[in-house]
């Protein structure tokens, strides 16, 4: 039985993910079209499905900005529920225990790809 190798797909140039910036983008995520975001922080990329684990809303529903007015912290626009960046756990009392999904994301010569098994970028975007 061959193994079924895993290709990286490019998700956009790093340039297009500034410092504490998002990046928005659709994926297939095991068989389900799902929004997710890139970010940037302290200069590296991570990736998440952009579904706050409070209600199941867009973190940026409300309005464009994913980071709080500090810049350390990932924010809910509509709640105020604050995420560690770099892990996706919620700061919050009322989610306690719960994280963000992470996507598998990779930087590498100038861009930023999905190596993600469970998802494949969405041709309909």
């Not at 998002?22 to 389900?32: D, H, L, N």
């Amino acid at each position: 039985m061959a193994i079924k190798q895993h290709i990286p797909q490019p998700i956009c140039r790093s340039l297009q993910v500034p410092e504490l910036g998002k990046f928005s983008f659709a994926i297939q995520y095991r068989g389900v079209r799902r929004d997710a975001i890139l970010v940037r922080f302290k200069g590296l990329v991570y990736g998440y499905l952009n579904q706050c684990v409070h209600m199941p809303r867009p973190l940026d529903c409300e309005n464009s900005n994913i980071f709080d007015e500090t810049g350390r912290y990932l924010q809910c626009s509509m709640h105020t529920i604050c995420y560690d960046p770099v892990t996706g756990e919620s700061l919050s009392e009322i989610c306690a225990g719960k994280k963000l999904t992470a996507l598998q994301v990779r930087e590498e010569e100038e861009w930023v790809y999905l190596v993600d098994k469970r998802a494949v970028m969405d041709a309909c975007v």
